[in-house]
Nanobody
Framework: QVQLVESGGGLVQAGGSLRLSCEASGRTFSRYAMGWFRQTPGKEREFVAAISWSGGNAIYADPVKGRFTISRDNAKNTVYLQMNSLKPEDTAVYYC??????????????????WGQGTQVTVSL
């Protein structure tokens, strides 16, 4: 069993930055790929970014490329999402997820095995 706890969400003005964190329980965090997804009311949960078990590979959704950066610290069992140049359309609940395959190339929700409870990000004009 893996437990994931997100933090770092909040209210920010457009153009600002936030860093989300997701701390994982368990001794095998370094074997998992990790992903970030987001969801707004009435919409499907959408992929944001993913990183491989080693941190050597990362992929991003087109809307966030060049603005968001995913990273991980396996010593701290934590994955991060640095979000810069935020836009109102980035407003969503952000979820982290663990992918036991470790690949870091998955972007579909069903490819992830464990999920956090989410953290709200609100970007105002």
């Amino acid at each position: 069993q893996v437990q994931l706890v997100e933090s770092g969400g909040g209210l920010v003005q457009a153009g600002g930055s936030l860093r989300l964190s997701c701390e994982a329980s368990g001794r095998t965090f370094s074997r998992y790929a990790m992903g970030w997804f987001r969801q707004t009311p009435g919409k499907e949960r959408e992929f944001v970014a993913a990183i491989s078990w080693s941190g050597g590979n990362a992929i991003y959704a087109d809307p966030v490329k060049g603005r968001f950066t995913i990273s991980r610290d396996n010593a701290k069992n934590t994955v991060y999402l640095q979000m810069n140049s935020l836009k109102p359309e980035d407003t969503a609940v952000y979820y982290c997820a663990a992918d036991l395959s470790g690949s870091g190339r998955h972007y579909m929700t069903h490819e992830y095995d464990y999920w956090g409870q989410g953290t709200q990000v609100t970007v105002s004009l």
